[in-house]
């Protein structure tokens, strides 16, 4: 029997398989250590399965997750989630972080009063949290070591006026022939360019992970990982707001400003990145991926994920406790409420996370105060430090 149209070979396969007994395979079972239930608290009206689905796989995307095409990572029964990081493909080397992670949140009163854990607050950790953020992406906690894997110019670009530095910012550029040898340096420092006073104090290492996210790492003067960026110098803030700057791409420079002597002016500089940017979005372009390169603003969902759980309305907090909302709102009265500055459609009536986590009816794992800027308390769950 022939069969014709575009579901021919759909039917075709079908018959094949009733032929035979046989059925599309499961995935292999993955070691319990390796899975992780996660649960979807609404965070805003308009919220969907299918936004929180699009956060989640860039939030694992963002910590190195390969996420192939036909993995089975993530498996859905209503508003729950289950993730198996067996099939997600993560770093090579960070299985043991990742397993101890999810060891802290199975332990959490949270998980054991409802088997499962926000997604915001896993979203919150895993990329707010510089310590979690190091050693899922495997980031290097040596600077010297981490940079000695890339070749770089031997001019350098002076940002003389930057978006993001108080001061000037100087820039290290690849010597990239293909994606995999893309990285940057950033140093952070004092002092004008124009009479060659610049010192550096910081620095910020770029580089692309397999899966075609950029990793940020942070790194002091003595070469060792920071949790965040020196206010003093810079805006940078921790490495998530690194990832929200750049959303997922290399940025040209944002302000003009004329170059100084013995560096690459801004036109030459926003050139190279254009030029890098190539070899970045054809590298993307060539991966067995679930996460769809081409569509600019997905990173949004993830970075609503962790805005939604970090500044909460009544009704979230409402559907994470258990309670009516009439409940909720008695157990915050007195708690002082803002406007989201982002985003004004969530609300001008949201809490602070630090402020109701303790009201919840069980203990909970606790998240940084602010996933994208310095927190005076960082969790420190698992670390990449020796």
Not at 46 to 60: F, I, K, N, P
Not at 89 to 108: E, H, I, M, N, Y
Not at 274 to 287: F, H, I, T
Request: charged residues 25%; aromatic residues 10%; hydrophobic residues 40%.
């Amino acid at each position: 029997m022939k069969i014709s149209g575009p579901r021919g070979g759909w039917i075709a396969g079908l018959l094949v398989l009733l032929a035979t007994g046989c059925a599309p395979e499961a995935a292999p079972p993955s070691d319990a250590r390796d899975v992780i239930e996660l649960r979807w608290i609404q965070g805003y009206a308009d919220e969907s399965r299918d936004d929180v689905e699009t956060g989640l796989l860039w939030s694992l995307s963002l910590v190195g997750a390969g996420l192939p095409e036909k993995s089975q990572a993530l498996r859905w029964q209503d508003h729950r989630v289950t993730l198996d990081i067996g099939q997600a493909q993560v770093l090579d080397g960070t299985l043991p972080a990742w397993r101890q992670l999810f060891a802290a949140l199975k332990f959490s009163g949270e998980y054991r009063a409802h088997g499962a854990v926000d997604i915001g607050r896993f979203a919150a950790i895993t990329l707010g949290s510089p310590e979690q953020y190091y050693a899922l992406t495997g980031a290097n906690p040596d600077y010297q070591a981490a940079r000695s894997r890339y070749r770089f110019d031997e001019r350098k670009a002076a940002i003389v006026r930057s978006a993001v530095a108080h001061g000037g910012r100087l820039i290290e550029l690849p010597r990239a022939d293909k994606a995999e040898q893309l990285a940057f340096v950033a140093f952070e420092g004092s002092g004008s360019f124009t009479d060659g006073s610049f010192a550096p104090h910081e620095m910020e290492l770029v580089d692309m992970m397999p899966n075609g996210q950029l990793r940020f790492a942070l790194y002091g003067l003595d070469g060792r990982l920071k949790h965040s960026a020196t206010r003093e110098l810079t805006a940078a803030g921790k490495p998530a707001k690194c990832m929200w700057c750049h959303e997922s791409g290399l940025q040209p420079t944002f302000l003009d400003f004329a170059g100084a002597s013995g560096y690459y002016d801004r036109a030459t500089f926003d050139l190279r990145v254009g030029q890098q940017r190539v070899l970045l979005n054809a590298y993307r372009d060539g991966l067995d991926t679930r996460i769809d390169y081409t569509e600019a603003q997905d990173h949004t969902f993830a970075e609503l994920l962790y805005l939604t759980f970090e500044e909460p309305s009544l009704e979230r907090l409402a559907g994470e406790w258990g309670v009516p909302v009439e409940r909720a709102a008695e157990l915050l009265r007195g708690k002082p409420t803002h406007a989201q500055a982002e985003f004004a459609w969530l609300g001008s009536e949201l809490y602070r996370r630090e402020d109701v986590d303790g009201l919840a009816p069980y203990a909970v794992l606790a998240a940084p105060r602010s996933v994208r800027e310095e927190s005076v308390a960082e969790p420190a769950i698992v670390s990449v430090r020796p």
